[in-house]
């Protein structure tokens, strides 16, 4: 008697979190496998809605020694946030106010955190990955202004917080949009010469920090160190910069 053949799939499988090989039951799909695409769109629902607790977080952060900003935007809950993009994408009245009366010292980086489209993002990796990536830059001289905390913001927005803090360069750690994969993706974009006038094009982007299964925190600060390094060297971040790192800066 022959032996079955071994189902190929089942080894593609564990190289991938993609919905490959569910097999069939009759002409639908089998319960086990529906139960879990459910599940994975609900979790990815309740990531968008869920708010954050900006203030648990910004109290978690008095332990690493930093000044930290607490800012808004115009977003009342996130239900807005989703329906009004544009509003993500701008400061509060009073934060505005803020930052401009704030003294202004001379500075490289500012760092920015806000949720995103995925708030459980920033309770499962937000402070480990600002930890490490905090520690990667004690290794430069690369100046820091205070870390803005901001809910409900747009990657756009930090052009206009880099622009009134007089940061040469920006960095936001924000959550990213959540897919039937994975809900819990930090995703960290650069801008140099931040500026209302800047697009996506100007920006570089480290997506899917979410260990163990994306890009671990080590690996990410270590990115975003060199990418930040590279920019103030070269004057520009986006299309122009690419990312060049030797496979050695990863050890």
Partial sequence: MSKPTQDPWQTLRQFTQARIGQGHSGCGTPTSALLDFQLAHATARDAVH??????????????????TLSLTTPITNRQQYLLRPDLGRQLSDSSQLLLKIRPKKPSDVVIIITNGLSSKALEAHGLLLLETLLAAFKTSTIQLCPICLIPDGRVALSDEIGELTAARLVIMIVGERPGLSAAD???????????????????????????PEGLCYKEAAAKTLY?????????????????????????
């Avoid at 900006?54 to 109290?59: H, I, K, S, T």
């Avoid at 390094?229 to 986006?238: D, H, P, S, V």
Wanted: with cysteine; charged share 15%.
């Fill in 50 to 67: 869920q708010p954050w607790d900006v203030e648990q977080f910004a109290q978690s952060l008095q332990g690493f020694g930093l000044e």
């Fill in 185 to 211: 993706s930090l995703g960290i974009y650069l801008t140099h010469s931040p500026q209302p006038s800047n697009t996506d094009a100007d920006r570089n982007c480290i997506s899917n920090v979410r260990p």
């Fill in 227 to 251: 990418l930040t390094q590279k920019a103030l060297q070269c004057g520009f971040t986006g299309v122009a910069l690419k990312d060049e790192m030797p496979a050695y800066l990863l050890d």
